[in-house]
């Protein structure tokens, strides 16, 4: 049974940086494309960004220099560093693996607010 468990959520003022981390565990990690989106209140989920199985990564518009998305094959765990956090970045975060049709992880929340 796949699991995938978000941490590193928080209140943090503009300006701030957070570091998000989803420990998978289920199924061989270094198969599959993972990602993170996120959902704000009111409005659907969206892509944040993706990292391949080769380590390509991928960004929305919205976070390009300011967030950075990694995965640790050795540790089944991939990352999302935030840094520069605007409040327009406040949302429920959520790990995917695999894609649409994959699994999710049950979300972190991430505030920002000052």
């Known amino acids: 049974q796949v699991q995938l468990v978000e941490s590193g959520g928080g209140l943090v003022q503009p300006g701030g940086s957070l570091r998000l981390s989803c420990a998978a565990s289920?199924?061989?990690?270094?198969?599959?494309?993972m990602g993170w989106y996120r959902q704000a209140p009111g409005k659907q989920r969206e892509l944040v960004a993706t990292?391949?199985?080769?380590?390509?990564?991928d960004y929305a518009d919205s976070v390009k220099g300011r967030f950075t998305i990694s995965r640790d094959n050795a540790k089944n765990t991939m990352y999302l560093q935030m840094n520069s956090l605007k409040p327009e970045d406040t949302g429920v975060y959520y790990c995917?693996?695999?894609?649409?049709?994959?699994?999710w992880g049950q979300g972190t929340q991430v505030t920002v607010s000052s």
């Open positions: 995917n693996q695999g894609g649409g049709a994959g699994y």
């Open positions: 990292i391949s199985i080769s380590g390509r990564t």
């Open positions: 289920g199924r061989s990690f270094i198969l599959y494309n």
